[in-house]
């Protein structure tokens, strides 16, 4: 927390859970004006999947519980035009977004947060596990000390200007940390599971929640050669490096091992498959993406040497990053990656500080030379 926050006027994202519970106490016990604020975005949900009435019940509690004033805002709109559309239009081309990314960049850090600024707030915190680098000019993002929950993938988008003026209090803490604190300060969500998944979708069925907005066009499975294997239902419910949810099975003249998506034909409607975890056409040596978001506000160089994650959840992999003109990228593994995946982000790092990141437009295959050699 930077030197000069004290006693200033601190607005929470109250989600309901206990990431951002503990946050508004830490941030209370600091000496800080705390109030808390709970957002929806979601407000079609006819069979009850989403969890935001109950969340905005939980955060309610919480701040009766830490002594602090609630608000609450819907971002319903803003949601469904700045995020929900590009989420649509992404499966519609065949890609495979990530919506918290924008949901990040465009609502959270984005009118959220110049609502809390409109309510008087110096500084606006969440319950995000990354870190904020406030000695330096502009902000840096850091990752979490929770490697297992570090979120600066998903923060990679919000600029300089506003993580300056933002708090990750929980962000130098573990999971468990975090979750004895709300037990021995008696924070009524302390057991509290944690949210996954998209707010919108909740535990429902994701094929049948996506047909309701988008017309599933059913085509053909094949091999890489041509061999029609079976029926997808609309390449739109697959992912590369996918293996459930094919129908396969064994097929005649083939060996009994699992079947994978490699690739999404979309000219032809046709799904491609492959034999084996590490099949070649699985392999990417590399990936150009669309302009790269950095932190920032520029790139470390026109040509530099970073690590760079293609999802979630992974550990960095050394590579060389490239710059196009326009602000895209093509960035060149030092290990080849498997699934790279089209719509989701390269995220790149220095150490510990995130430099930024960009939507992957496409996968550079390792050339057959080198396949044989893995």
């Known amino acids: 927390m930077p030197a000069d926050a004290v006693h200033e006027t601190v607005i929470v994202g109250i989600s309901g859970g206990v990431d951002s519970a503990v946050a508004a106490l830490l941030l209370r016990d600091a000496g800080h004006d705390v109030q808390g604020l ?15 009435a109950e969340d905005f019940q939980d955060a309610r509690r919480v701040c009766e519980e830490i002594g602090i004033p609630l608000h609450r805002v819907s971002f319903a709109r803003e949601y469904r035009d700045r995020v929900f559309a590009h989420f649509l239009d992404e499966y519609a081309a065949g890609r495979t977004p ?7 960049r465009e609502i959270k850090f984005g009118v959220c947060f110049d609502y809390a600024r409109r309510l008087g707030a110096t500084r606006f915190a ?8 406030h000695d330096t000019q502009p902000a840096s993002l850091l990752r979490g000390a929770d490697p297992d929950k570090d979120q600066s993938y998903f923060l990679h988008a919000v600029g300089a200007q506003r993580l300056g003026l933002s708090l990750f209090p929980v962000g130098g803490l573990r999971k468990p940390e975090v979750r004895r604190i709300a037990r021995e300060r008696g924070l009524p969500v302390f057991a509290k599971r944690d949210s996954t998944g998209i707010c919108f979708i909740g535990e429902r069925p994701f094929r049948r929640f996506l047909e309701g907005y988008l017309p599933a066009q059913p085509g053909a499975i094949e091999t890489a050669a041509g061999e029609r294997l079976g029926a997808h239902r609309g390449l739109m ?14 097929r005649r003249g083939h060996e009994d091992a699992p079947w994978y998506v490699a690739a999404k034909d979309l000219p032809r409607n046709v799904l491609v498959v492959v034999q084996g975890h590490d099949h070649p056409l699985l ?26 994650r293609v999802r979630y959840r992974q ?7 490239i710059l196009r003109p326009g602000g895209g990228a093509d960035v060149a593994f030092a ?6 995946t089209p719509g989701q982000y390269a995220v790149f790092y220095d150490g510990e500080r995130c430099l930024g990141g960009g939507v992957i437009s496409a996968a550079a295959r390792v050339p057959a030379a080198a396949a044989d050699r893995l």
């Open 126 to 133: 969440t319950g995000h596990y990354a870190r904020i680098g």
């Open 283 to 308: 392999l990417s040596g590399g990936l150009s993406t669309e302009p790269v978001a950095w932190i920032a506000g520029q790139p470390p160089g026109a040509r530099f040497f970073c690590g760079v």
């Open 98 to 104: 990530n919506p918290d990314v924008l949901c990040n």
């Open 335 to 340: 290990v080849p990656q498997r699934a790279v």
């Open 315 to 321: 550990h960095d992999v050394p590579c060389e990053v």
């Open 237 to 250: 419910y697959y992912t590369l490096g996918q293996r459930a949810g094919l129908g396969l099975g064994g």
């Open 38 to 52: 709970f957002m929806s975005n979601w407000e079609e949900d006819e069979e009850g999947y989403c969890s935001s």
